[in-house]
C-alpha cells in the first residue's frame, strides 16, 4: 500500500498499465481464435456462415444475427477504480 506522496506520472502509469493489460488480453482471445477453424454452420442457431464472413474473421463460430446478439448482452468487467480518490472510496 503506498504511503505518503505518489509521483506526478503515478496516476498516468496506472492508467497506461491497465490499458496494456487490456489490450494484452483482446491479443490472446484473439490468438486463440485464429488457431481455430472457421465453422460453416452458426454454433447456436444452426444457419450457414457465409463464406466471406469466414475468410474475414478466421475462427468464426457464430453467424451475423448471433454474434450481434452477444454483443448486444456483452457488459464490460467492473475494473478497479485506481483514479479515485481516498474519499470517493470510502463513500
Do not use: F
Request: charged share 35%; proline share 4%.
Amino acid at each position: 500500500m503506498a504511503g505518503g506522496w505518489a509521483r506526478d506520472d503515478a496516476v498516468n502509469e496506472q492508467i497506461e498499465v491497465s490499458t496494456q493489460e487490456a489490450i494484452e488480453r483482446m491479443r490472446l482471445r484473439n490468438a486463440q481464435r485464429v488457431e481455430q477453424e472457421s465453422a460453416a454452420i452458426c454454433d447456436e442457431c444452426d444457419e450457414p456462415i457465409p463464406e466471406a464472413r469466414r475468410r474475414a474473421i478466421p475462427g468464426v463460430r457464430l453467424c451475423v444475427a448471433c454474434q450481434s446478439g452477444r454483443d448486444k448482452a456483452w457488459r464490460p468487467r467492473a475494473g478497479i477504480n485506481r483514479r479515485g480518490s481516498k474519499d470517493s472510496q470510502l463513500k
